[in-house]
């Protein structure tokens, strides 16, 4: 078979859409996956992807039976699979003395537990014939925590720190796991929250990231297989700053989510 076959998950929209299309565009195969079929399909056709190529399919990250199925189905047709991508992700605006038990799970349900589910469903393959990268999406969130997105912070927290420990077990075995931290990307998921006074912070980057430029930063890591990767890399810093001194964060905070106000709408 031609090229590196790809599982990407939450393609139906933003960072996965420009991803599968970046991936199409480079003559790689690939398994472009989402909850929501409909969606899912419509992207394809819209974006032109190659059917001989790129192949849909329904997967609720959630759901150990259905990665094992789709793994199993994936390589017994197409090969073995040689990149995951997980993306799909969930986001839900909130103050942390507001945080009912749905918000709760569905944040780590599907941002922690989807991309847990899906390492354990391709790695012993991975592992068995020595190669295969793993990349899971996180966010600068997982670096500086976000007030008004609490519950996204942590889960993404907790996927860099799920990444970065599996990254070191899998040392030496030709398997690589890294973890891209992108700023706030024009997608549905940002679309959202400028309706959420609690979400003001996250416009307060100088721009929005296009998901064409995560997409492309994605492609770039498959090649060089770095740890961590941040977007833009000043934002990055910036954020490493304030995880190594939180209370950066206190000074910094108002006058940052000032900005956000200011660019909620416009951004």
């Given at each position: 078979m031609n090229g590196r076959c790809f599982l990407v998950t939450g393609a139906a929209s933003g960072i996965g859409r420009a991803l599968a299309g970046a991936i199409a565009a480079q003559g790689d195969r690939l398994i472009a996956t989402d909850r929501a079929l409909v969606p899912l399909q419509?992207?394809?056709?819209?974006?032109?992807?190659?059917?001989?190529?790129?192949?849909?399919?329904?997967?609720d990250v959630c759901d150990a039976a259905a990665w094992d199925a789709a793994v199993a189905d994936t390589t017994g047709t197409n090969g073995p699979i040689d990149v995951l991508v997980n993306v799909a992700g969930y986001l839900q605006?909130?103050?942390?003395?507001?945080?009912?038990?749905?918000?709760?799970?569905?944040?780590?349900?599907?941002?922690?537990?989807?991309?847990?589910?899906?390492?354990?469903?391709?790695?012993?393959?991975?592992?068995?014939?020595?190669?295969?990268?793993?990349?899971?999406?996180?966010?600068?969130?997982?670096?500086?925590?976000?007030?008004?997105?609490?519950?996204?912070?942590?889960?993404?927290?907790?996927?860099?720190?799920?990444?970065?420990?599996?990254?070191?077990?899998?040392?030496?075995?030709?398997?690589?796991?890294?973890?891209?931290?992108?700023?706030?990307?024009?997608?549905?998921?940002?679309?959202?929250?400028?309706?959420?006074?609690?979400?003001?912070?996250?416009?307060?980057?100088p721009r929005v990231l296009e998901p064409e430029e995560v997409a492309r930063a994605i492609l770039d890591v498959?090649?060089?297989?770095?740890?961590?990767?941040?977007?833009?890399?000043?934002?990055?810093?910036?954020?490493?700053?304030?995880?190594?001194?939180?209370?950066?964060?206190m000074v910094l905070g108002p006058r940052l989510t000032r900005r956000g106000r200011g660019r909620q709408r416009t951004a």
């Amino acid at each position: 078979m031609n090229g590196r076959c790809f599982l990407v998950t939450g393609a139906a929209s933003g960072i996965g859409r420009a991803l599968a299309g970046a991936i199409a565009a480079q003559g790689d195969r690939l398994i472009a996956t989402d909850r929501a079929l409909v969606p899912l399909q419509q992207a394809a056709d819209q974006d032109g992807w190659p059917t001989d190529r790129i192949w849909v399919r329904h997967l609720d990250v959630c759901d150990a039976a259905a990665w094992d199925a789709a793994v199993a189905d994936t390589t017994g047709t197409n090969g073995p699979i040689d990149v995951l991508v997980n993306v799909a992700g969930y986001l839900q605006p909130g103050w942390t003395h507001d945080v009912d038990g749905e918000a709760f799970d569905r944040h780590f349900d599907v941002n922690v537990k989807g991309v847990v589910l899906g390492m354990r469903a391709v790695l012993p393959a991975m592992r068995a014939r020595g190669s295969g990268h793993v990349i899971n999406v996180a966010s600068l969130a997982a670096l500086a925590p976000i007030p008004g997105i609490a519950l996204y912070s942590a889960s993404k927290f907790a996927v860099r720190a799920y990444s970065l420990a599996a990254a070191q077990e899998l040392h030496g075995t030709g398997v690589a796991v890294s973890v891209v931290c992108p700023d706030a990307v024009r997608t549905p998921m940002l679309e959202l929250q400028r309706d959420y006074e609690e979400a003001a912070m996250t416009f307060s980057g100088p721009r929005v990231l296009e998901p064409e430029e995560v997409a492309r930063a994605i492609l770039d890591v498959v090649r060089r297989r770095p740890l961590e990767l941040y977007l833009p890399r000043h934002r990055g810093w910036l954020a490493r700053a304030a995880d190594l001194m939180p209370r950066l964060a206190m000074v910094l905070g108002p006058r940052l989510t000032r900005r956000g106000r200011g660019r909620q709408r416009t951004a």
